[in-house]
């Protein structure tokens, strides 16, 4: 008896839960990017862990295969197994298969052995078998099972693990045509000789050569027999995805070679043309082989299973594969190739989902490259080793997986099935799209890598839009909403009572007594795809949106930002089916009736159906206890989708109902949505992610403990989640979300496997901080509540109105910047601190702090470490009232002290008033610019209100254009100049008062240790003026070259200081050069800086002006220099900074400082200098400010009233 139509029945496959990525491995091996997944095409690689072998994998997927399909053991005559990766040099892998069998013993076959080619081997004598005289009329099963490792180096990489089950058959759903051909030859292109290794010898190129030639010979001997070499698909042996496509082109240069038709393409040219036949071909490898590459881009190379592999990549990746003819090529290294054809004679459906590709890839385990590594590491040293034992943790495995228990002391092994706990497995068939899971990390990848491409325009155009917001925290509520409305052309008004009319919340809910607000804020740094974001985040919890912003900006300035990528907006609705008495019939009435259910639901959403939405797909799910689910899944473009998915169920349940022939149960959608992924990912440079007083390589260390910390236990899991949740519910909250959904749909995902996890993973690769968070988040931005609240419109205005799966990227950044914040917090300084810092404004509010003063009054509890309401008040009393110098005793506690002034200046619209907080280790204390206690005179000196005032009268007459048209109250102009004045008073006072330690102080910022108590007042004073006029420039001025002009001109006064007393102590010594030393002097008189502020108030700037304005700054400061250095000159100064003081020095006439001859060769000798200097200058100044230097030279003459 002979079998007719024999073939492939059905197919299972097993792959470990473990594997690692190879965009990582690059990264960890330090090679260059795309070595891996551009230059080998691969995108994973499944590897096992030492309580895996090829008998566990053998084991795991024979029993699959028997129980998914109902198979009786009793009805096995042949199992035979093809391997490569021997256990025992005699006891084959097939006979640890027969603990399968119980009492069935009568089942010929072995193990064929011959590199990858042992499983065709294995295939083609049970189909030999099943076709000769000796046929039973049993079924026969194929198994190749193997783990493919390599020696550390690239090499490693073209690894793999997997084991494949066919269960052979009459009449089978791929039949094998009759004619095939095969080549055989001794070559020694891959090899094992070393018994004590199990890592092979490998000749890379001859191993490629023979491939190919194995091709050639297979092709045309083919064809010799039959010339028919059409294929609808094909399927190649893969060692890796690349020398796929090299196969699939050799193919069709021997087609276009027997078949005599020209191309272009010769054997002597192939290698160098392949480029051009990809494109010549690329339809065809595309759609006929590329479809095939699924499983080995994920698992890598698994030997002797990696052709059937391809195989049931069709099967996943095509909607039916009936009538189809597919071209399978097996290779073997040694070697040994066979070309053979499969027909397809039934629907692949029912296998498809029996198999479940999809779901087993979702459910795997990323191992770190780190961990990968000393896996590795450690699998060598115990190869071949005896008395093992081996405990395995749940989620390390599969349910219902064969796992190595022991390895005896005379190398027996010992093997167990793995049995988790009863869990409800609803994830089931819900995926994601094929082509995009395949795809998702390179696609990050390659996102990194453009952005890197231009990372200097990235940050530059980042630092530009974040100087919009600096400070924005220090703002109004008022000033906020005024930037808000001119930078982003926003209605504020809806902001200001949270957009909800009570007339519309008593229509969304019932029993409506009225409404209750959250705090709206802004989430500020955010780079995502290259793109700024101010995201808008509604919660009540301080420090959320302040600690996110934070860690968006570490991201953007420490890496490229957030890289982001989200599946297709599909949602999936439940239709419970009751009564099932056969679930197989069920799903195939189901899948026969697939189209005809989709067009009943579209029915139901036709306005989806023209937005380019609707039902997609239809699935069925057992259940048992009399139970099933049917699912239906529906594109739902850019709304969320609830109300349109139960809409949908509710219209065709009767349909569902009358084909099955079953009672319907309930009808819902479900909230985890799990072909609605989004994930978000970040690369930083650790080097460049200092906290604190940590280093970056001590932050990354102490992050990855507390991530750790969550993964191991469920506890720390939720409160890290809870970190992750606020981010993301806060944005949902503001953008009108049903974050209750997202809420669930989270939580569901993390205990997806059965155990609780973490939603993130960080992990450290080559100096490279990674973090990235994949969740199913359903979110939309049409419909639901939307309509009923005018503010929603304005938040998603904010966002320039992004689709459904660019808000749902952008919500899952801001979770995941919200939990780098909470570990980073957690892990360097405690999360407390920071959240009490935050909290203390809603203290200083309840104390009735006045608005203007809660940030003071914030900061003054910061320092005491006190958050409380009579800290607050104590706080308020000291800013009211003086307090005197050594009024406390004892030990010295750090102090918070202020400072005030109203200043009455001549040319302002208002007076100026300036109220200062400063911290010093001293006693507190309040300054006042009026007081004349001492110690104000040891900072300020004697320049009181009346030589302030007198000051800015001069500078009143020395304006860049006084009939300009003012863009903004000229104050801001005064608060700068006082500023820039004070700071200049102060730098000089405290250099004059202790020269080395207020240079270390301004030079390195290191504490002032010792000297006198007004030096520490002073120094802290001046630093938070200098802090003060950065803030004021950085929010109000809105021309980037004059922000700069104006930081660097207050730095070349501080400097200029410094320097003027150095040159005149080298003077001192003999060390002469008069032109350096006013070079530096001048700086003391501020011209530069006072033109410079004026510049502000203009409506009309001309970047230009700041080189004029320079030139011009210059020459009245030289001469202002000259004039005030001698009026103010006499012998009690001569410490102090001086041109004449200088001059005099340097020509040895020091004593003859007051003799009138004296100064005038003095004023004869410098003039000739200025006017020469004049000339040259003016030559470069445009009319235009010309005529403000003979203002200048008239007011100084009167401001400092020359001796001669």
Same mark, same amino acid.
């Given at each position: 008896?002979?079998?007719?139509?024999?073939?492939?029945?059905?197919?299972?496959?097993?792959?470990?839960?473990?594997?690692?990525?190879?965009?990582?491995?690059?990264?960890?091996?330090?090679?260059?990017?795309?070595?891996?997944?551009?230059?080998?095409?691969?995108?994973?690689?499944?590897?096992?862990?030492?309580?895996?072998?090829?008998?566990?994998?053998?084991?795991?997927?024979?029993?699959?295969?028997?129980?998914?399909?109902?198979?009786?053991?009793?009805?096995?005559?042949?199992?035979?197994?093809?391997?490569?990766?021997?256990?025992?040099?005699?006891?084959?892998?097939?006979?640890?298969?027969?603990?399968?069998?119980?009492?069935?013993?009568?089942?010929?076959?072995?193990?064929?052995?011959?590199?990858?080619?042992?499983?065709?081997?294995?295939?083609?004598?049970?189909?030999?078998?099943?076709?000769?005289?000796?046929?039973?009329?049993?079924?026969?099963?194929?198994?190749?099972?193997?783990?493919?490792?390599?020696?550390?180096?690239?090499?490693?990489?073209?690894?793999?693990?997997?084991?494949?089950?066919?269960?052979?058959?009459?009449?089978?759903?791929?039949?094998?045509?009759?004619?095939?051909?095969?080549?055989?030859?001794?070559?020694?292109?891959?090899?094992?000789?070393?018994?004590?290794?199990?890592?092979?010898?490998?000749?890379?190129?001859?191993?490629?050569?023979?491939?190919?030639?194995?091709?050639?010979?297979?092709?045309?001997?083919?064809?010799?027999?039959?010339?028919?070499?059409?294929?609808?698909?094909?399927?190649?042996?893969?060692?890796?995805?690349?020398?796929?496509?090299?196969?699939?082109?050799?193919?069709?240069?021997?087609?276009?070679?027997?078949?005599?038709?020209?191309?272009?393409?010769?054997?002597?040219?192939?290698?160098?043309?392949?480029?051009?036949?990809?494109?010549?071909?690329?339809?065809?490898?595309?759609?006929?082989?590329?479809?095939?590459?699924?499983?080995?881009?994920?698992?890598?190379?698994?030997?002797?299973?990696?052709?059937?592999?391809?195989?049931?990549?069709?099967?996943?990746?095509?909607?039916?594969?009936?009538?189809?003819?597919?071209?399978?090529?097996?290779?073997?290294?040694?070697?040994?190739?066979?070309?053979?054809?499969?027909?397809?004679?039934?629907?692949?459906?029912?296998?498809?989902?029996?198999?479940?590709?999809?779901?087993?890839?979702?459910?795997?385990?990323?191992?770190?490259?780190?961990?990968?590594?000393?896996?590795?590491?450690?699998?060598?040293?115990?190869?071949?080793?005896?008395?093992?034992?081996?405990?395995?943790?749940?989620?390390?495995?599969?349910?219902?997986?064969?796992?190595?228990?022991?390895?005896?002391?005379?190398?027996?092994?010992?093997?167990?099935?793995?049995?988790?706990?009863?869990?409800?497995?609803?994830?089931?068939?819900?995926?994601?799209?094929?082509?995009?899971?395949?795809?998702?990390?390179?696609?990050?990848?390659?996102?990194?890598?453009?952005?890197?491409?231009?990372?200097?325009?990235?940050?530059?155009?980042?630092?530009?839009?974040?100087?919009?917001?600096?400070?924005?925290?220090?703002?109004?509520?008022?000033?906020?909403?005024?930037?808000?409305?001119?930078?982003?052309?926003?209605?504020?008004?809806?902001?200001?009572?949270?957009?909800?009319?009570?007339?519309?919340?008593?229509?969304?809910?019932?029993?409506?007594?009225?409404?209750?607000?959250?705090?709206?804020?802004?989430?500020?740094?955010?780079?995502?795809?290259?793109?700024?974001?101010?995201?808008?985040?509604?919660?009540?919890?301080?420090?959320?949106?302040?600690?996110?912003?934070?860690?968006?900006?570490?991201?953007?300035?420490?890496?490229?930002?957030?890289?982001?990528?989200?599946?297709?907006?599909?949602?999936?609705?439940?239709?419970?089916?009751?009564?099932?008495?056969?679930?197989?019939?069920?799903?195939?009435?189901?899948?026969?009736?697939?189209?005809?259910?989709?067009?009943?639901?579209?029915?139901?959403?036709?306005?989806?159906?023209?937005?380019?939405?609707?039902?997609?797909?239809?699935?069925?799910?057992?259940?048992?206890?009399?139970?099933?689910?049917?699912?239906?899944?529906?594109?739902?473009?850019?709304?969320?989708?609830?109300?349109?998915?139960?809409?949908?169920?509710?219209?065709?349940?009767?349909?569902?109902?009358?084909?099955?022939?079953?009672?319907?149960?309930?009808?819902?959608?479900?909230?985890?949505?799990?072909?609605?992924?989004?994930?978000?990912?970040?690369?930083?440079?650790?080097?460049?992610?200092?906290?604190?007083?940590?280093?970056?390589?001590?932050?990354?260390?102490?992050?990855?403990?507390?991530?750790?910390?969550?993964?191991?236990?469920?506890?720390?899991?939720?409160?890290?989640?809870?970190?992750?949740?606020?981010?993301?519910?806060?944005?949902?909250?503001?953008?009108?979300?049903?974050?209750?959904?997202?809420?669930?749909?989270?939580?569901?995902?993390?205990?997806?496997?059965?155990?609780?996890?973490?939603?993130?993973?960080?992990?450290?690769?080559?100096?490279?901080?990674?973090?990235?968070?994949?969740?199913?988040?359903?979110?939309?931005?049409?419909?639901?509540?939307?309509?009923?609240?005018?503010?929603?419109?304005?938040?998603?205005?904010?966002?320039?109105?992004?689709?459904?799966?660019?808000?749902?990227?952008?919500?899952?950044?801001?979770?995941?910047?919200?939990?780098?914040?909470?570990?980073?917090?957690?892990?360097?300084?405690?999360?407390?601190?920071?959240?009490?810092?935050?909290?203390?404004?809603?203290?200083?509010?309840?104390?009735?702090?006045?608005?203007?003063?809660?940030?003071?009054?914030?900061?003054?509890?910061?320092?005491?470490?006190?958050?409380?309401?009579?800290?607050?008040?104590?706080?308020?009393?000291?800013?009211?009232?003086?307090?005197?110098?050594?009024?406390?005793?004892?030990?010295?506690?750090?102090?918070?002290?202020?400072?005030?002034?109203?200043?009455?200046?001549?040319?302002?619209?208002?007076?100026?008033?300036?109220?200062?907080?400063?911290?010093?280790?001293?006693?507190?204390?309040?300054?006042?610019?009026?007081?004349?206690?001492?110690?104000?005179?040891?900072?300020?000196?004697?320049?009181?209100?009346?030589?302030?005032?007198?000051?800015?009268?001069?500078?009143?007459?020395?304006?860049?254009?006084?009939?300009?048209?003012?863009?903004?109250?000229?104050?801001?102009?005064?608060?700068?100049?006082?500023?820039?004045?004070?700071?200049?008073?102060?730098?000089?006072?405290?250099?004059?008062?202790?020269?080395?330690?207020?240079?270390?102080?301004?030079?390195?910022?290191?504490?002032?240790?010792?000297?006198?108590?007004?030096?520490?007042?002073?120094?802290? #004073? *001046? &630093? =938070? /003026?200098?802090? %003060?006029?950065?803030?004021? @420039?950085?929010? $109000?001025?809105?021309?980037? +070259?004059?922000? !700069?002009? #104006? *930081? &660097? =001109? /207050?730095?070349? %006064?501080?400097?200029?200081? @410094?320097?003027? $007393?150095?040159?005149?102590? +080298?003077?001192? !010594?003999?060390?002469? &050069?008069?032109?350096?030393?006013?070079?530096?002097?001048?700086?003391?008189?501020?011209?530069?800086?006072?033109?410079?502020?004026?510049?502000?108030?203009?409506?009309?700037?001309?970047?230009?002006?700041?080189?004029?304005?320079?030139?011009?700054?210059?020459?009245?400061?030289?001469?202002?220099?000259?004039?005030?250095?001698?009026?103010?000159?006499?012998?009690?100064?001569?410490?102090?900074?001086?041109?004449?003081?200088?001059?005099?020095?340097?020509?040895?006439?020091?004593?003859?400082?007051?003799?009138?001859?004296?100064?005038?060769?003095?004023?004869?000798?410098?003039?000739?200098?200025?006017?020469?200097?004049?000339?040259?200058?003016?030559?470069?100044?445009?009319?235009?400010?010309?005529?403000?230097?003979?203002?200048?030279?008239?007011?100084?003459?009167?401001?400092?009233?020359?001796?001669?």
């Amino acid at each position: 008896m002979k079998a007719i139509n024999v073939g492939i029945e059905t197919i299972e496959i097993y792959f470990p839960k473990t594997y690692v990525n190879q965009a990582e491995l690059e990264l960890f091996d330090n090679v260059q990017q795309g070595k891996y997944t551009i230059g080998l095409g691969q995108v994973n690689m499944a590897f096992v862990r030492p309580f895996e072998d090829v008998n566990t994998m053998a084991l795991t997927v024979v029993t699959n295969l028997l129980e998914k399909n109902q198979i009786n053991p009793a009805l096995i005559g042949r199992l035979e197994v093809g391997t490569e990766s021997l256990l025992d040099k005699s006891k084959s892998t097939k006979t640890t298969l027969m603990r399968l069998f119980g009492e069935n013993t009568n089942i010929e076959g072995v193990t064929s052995i011959n590199a990858c080619y042992g499983g065709t081997n294995a295939l083609f004598n049970t189909i030999n078998w099943m076709q000769s005289d000796a046929w039973d009329g049993r079924l026969g099963i194929v198994v190749c099972t193997d783990i493919a490792v390599y020696a550390k180096g690239s090499a490693r990489t073209t690894g793999g693990a997997g084991a494949i089950a066919m269960l052979i058959a009459p009449n089978a759903t791929f039949t094998i045509e009759p004619i095939r051909t095969t080549y055989m030859k001794d070559n020694y292109d891959f090899y094992k000789p070393n018994f004590h290794s199990e890592y092979p010898t490998v000749d890379g190129q001859l191993s490629i050569q023979s491939y190919l030639s194995s091709i050639d010979n297979c092709i045309q001997s083919y064809f010799k027999k039959n010339k028919d070499l059409n294929a609808d698909f094909y399927c190649f042996h893969s060692p890796f995805h690349k020398m796929v496509q090299k196969s699939f082109l050799r193919v069709k240069l021997n087609e276009s070679f027997v078949q005599k038709v020209e191309t272009g393409f010769t054997f002597e040219n192939f290698n160098e043309k392949q480029s051009q036949m990809l494109k010549f071909y690329q339809n065809d490898w595309l759609t006929k082989a590329f479809p095939s590459c699924l499983l080995s881009r994920e698992l890598g190379n698994i030997y002797t299973g990696a052709l059937y592999a391809g195989l049931i990549s069709l099967i996943e990746t095509q909607e039916d594969l009936i009538n189809k003819r597919i071209m399978m090529f097996s290779y073997g290294s040694g070697c040994a190739a066979s070309l053979f054809f499969l027909k397809c004679h039934k629907p692949t459906g029912i296998l498809k989902k029996t198999i479940k590709i999809q779901e087993r890839l979702q459910q795997r385990i990323r191992i770190s490259c780190i961990e990968y590594d000393h896996i590795m590491q450690q699998r060598e040293i115990n190869y071949n080793k005896h008395s093992q034992q081996y405990q395995p943790k749940q989620v390390d495995l599969y349910p219902g997986t064969f796992y190595l228990k022991s390895i005896d002391d005379k190398y027996r092994r010992d093997y167990l099935v793995h049995k988790p706990l009863e869990l409800n497995q609803t994830s089931g068939v819900i995926i994601l799209d094929n082509s995009k899971s395949i795809n998702k990390i390179q696609q990050i990848r390659d996102q990194i890598n453009n952005n890197n491409q231009s990372d200097q325009n990235l940050q530059q155009s980042q630092k530009q839009y974040n100087q919009l917001w600096t400070g924005f925290y220090k703002k109004t509520i008022q000033q906020r909403l005024d930037q808000l409305e001119k930078t982003m052309n926003v209605n504020v008004e809806p902001f200001k009572d949270g957009g909800l009319s009570l007339q519309n919340a008593n229509l969304m809910v019932e029993n409506c007594i009225g409404k209750i607000s959250y705090p709206l804020g802004l989430g500020l740094n955010f780079l995502i795809n290259g793109q700024c974001y101010s995201v808008p985040m509604a919660i009540e919890e301080p420090s959320v949106i302040a600690a996110a912003s934070a860690a968006a900006k570490t991201i953007s300035e420490a890496g490229v930002g957030f890289q982001t990528y989200s599946s297709r907006p599909v949602m999936m609705g439940q239709i419970q089916l009751l009564d099932v008495q056969n679930f197989s019939k069920i799903e195939c009435l189901i899948d026969s009736n697939r189209q005809t259910i989709i067009n009943r639901g579209n029915q139901a959403c036709q306005s989806m159906v023209k937005r380019g939405g609707g039902v997609e797909d239809v699935k069925c799910r057992n259940l048992d206890k009399g139970q099933c689910s049917v699912d239906v899944f529906i594109n739902v473009c850019d709304s969320m989708g609830a109300n349109l998915v139960n809409t949908v169920l509710e219209y065709v349940a009767p349909l569902i109902s009358e084909i099955t022939g079953t009672r319907v149960g309930i009808k819902i959608l479900t909230n985890l949505c799990m072909n609605r992924k989004v994930t978000a990912q970040f690369n930083l440079d650790i080097d460049k992610m200092n906290y604190k007083q940590f280093n970056g390589k001590e932050v990354a260390k102490l992050m990855l403990e507390a991530y750790q910390f969550a993964e191991l236990d469920i506890y720390r899991a939720v409160t890290h989640n809870k970190g992750i949740i606020n981010g993301i519910e806060a944005v949902c909250n503001a953008t009108g979300q049903d974050a209750r959904a997202v809420n669930a749909s989270l939580h569901g995902y993390a205990s997806i496997n059965g155990q609780y996890k973490p939603l993130s993973t960080f992990r450290i690769v080559n100096n490279q901080f990674i973090g990235e968070l994949t969740v199913p988040i359903s979110v939309g931005t049409q419909g639901g509540v939307l309509p009923q609240n005018p503010l929603y419109s304005q938040i998603l205005s904010i966002l320039d109105y992004p689709d459904s799966q660019k808000l749902a990227e952008i919500i899952v950044s801001v979770g995941l910047a919200s939990n780098f914040a909470a570990l980073r917090a957690l892990s360097i300084e405690g999360i407390q601190k920071g959240h009490m810092t935050l909290h203390a404004r809603n203290i200083a509010i309840a104390s009735g702090i006045p608005e203007h003063l809660v940030d003071e009054a914030v900061l003054f509890m910061k320092n005491r470490n006190n958050f409380s309401k009579q800290t607050a008040l104590e706080f308020l009393k000291a800013y009211n009232v003086f307090y005197e110098i050594g009024k406390a005793k004892g030990k010295q506690m750090k102090a918070f002290c202020t400072f005030s002034g109203s200043f009455d200046l001549i040319g302002t619209q208002e007076k100026v008033d300036l109220h200062v907080v400063f911290e010093c280790d001293q006693n507190k204390i309040n300054l006042n610019y009026t007081d004349d206690s001492a110690i104000n005179r040891q900072i300020f000196g004697l320049k009181g209100q009346e030589w302030l005032k007198n000051l800015f009268s001069v500078l009143d007459t020395v304006k860049i254009n006084r009939e300009a048209e003012l863009y903004q109250s000229n104050n801001l102009t005064s608060k700068l100049k006082l500023l820039a004045i004070l700071i200049n008073l102060l730098s000089f006072n405290m250099l004059s008062l202790d020269f080395d330690r207020s240079k270390n102080f301004i030079l390195n910022q290191k504490p002032c240790l010792g000297g006198a108590i007004s030096l520490k007042y002073g120094l802290s #004073l *001046m &630093n =938070e /003026l200098i802090h %003060i006029f950065e803030y004021n @420039i950085d929010q $109000f001025v809105g021309f980037p +070259q004059l922000r !700069q002009a #104006l *930081m &660097n =001109e /207050l730095n070349n %006064i501080i400097l200029a200081h @410094i320097k003027s $007393f150095e040159l005149l102590q +080298q003077a001192k !010594q003999g060390q002469f &050069n008069f032109e350096e030393f006013l070079s530096s002097r001048q700086k003391r008189l501020s011209c530069t800086m006072m033109l410079l502020c004026d510049c502000i108030s203009l409506k009309n700037f001309n970047p230009s002006i700041i080189e004029e304005i320079t030139l011009l700054g210059r020459i009245i400061e030289i001469q202002m220099t000259l004039t005030r250095d001698t009026q103010k000159w006499n012998k009690s100064t001569l410490s102090e900074p001086n041109a004449y003081t200088y001059w005099l020095i340097s020509n040895q006439s020091l004593i003859l400082g007051d003799n009138k001859e004296v100064l005038a060769s003095f004023y004869n000798e410098h003039n000739r200098f200025l006017l020469s200097l004049v000339q040259e200058l003016e030559q470069k100044i445009s009319p235009q400010l010309s005529h403000l230097k003979d203002q200048a030279m008239n007011a100084i003459q009167l401001f400092y009233k020359p001796r001669l």
